[in-house]
DNA sequence: GTTATGACTCGTA
DNA sequence: ATACGAGCCATAA
């Protein structure tokens, strides 16, 4: 199997919490996996979501790496800043005001 | 089994 | 600001 038991309950869980973000907010990599559980890091937060971009009706786009910066490579990135931008979400030249429209789990 | 790579983050230079 | 390394973890070769 190329995906254990465990690994795709930890990834649904990590997709229901990008999907609580609400529009015009972001979340960090970190913030979704400490959100999903204790045992899921940042690293399995991108790892989720590579590949399930477009596959489902996920808000992939409103979540960046830390500090804000896109981490999305290439054409996608660029699209995460454009869908970004249309939510009204502030930029700082090449980055997200993370500070000003960062999302809490207290929506 | 090992090695390399990547939608991560942090510390240090 | 950029560059590198260490820790991290799932996949691919």
Do not use: F, I, N, T
């Given at each position: 199997m190329a995906e254990s038991e465990a690994w795709r309950e930890k990834a649904a869980r990590i997709r229901s919490v990008v999907r609580?973000?609400?529009r015009?907010?972001?979340a960090t990599y970190g913030d979704v996996a400490?959100?999903?559980?204790e045992d899921v890091t940042a690293r399995q937060?991108?790892?989720a979501?590579?590949?399930?971009?477009g596959a489902a009706r996920l808000p992939w786009h409103r979540i960046v790496a830390a500090g804000g910066r896109i981490a999305l490579p290439g054409?996608?990135?660029l699209e995460q800043r454009m869908r970004l931008e249309a939510e009204g979400v502030p930029f700082?030249?090449?980055?997200v005001r993370i500070e000003t429209?960062?999302?809490k789990q207290a929506d």
């Open positions: 609580r973000v609400p015009g907010q972001v400490e959100a999903a559980g937060a991108g790892r979501l590579k590949g399930a971009g054409d996608a990135g700082s030249g090449r980055r429209c960062r999302w």
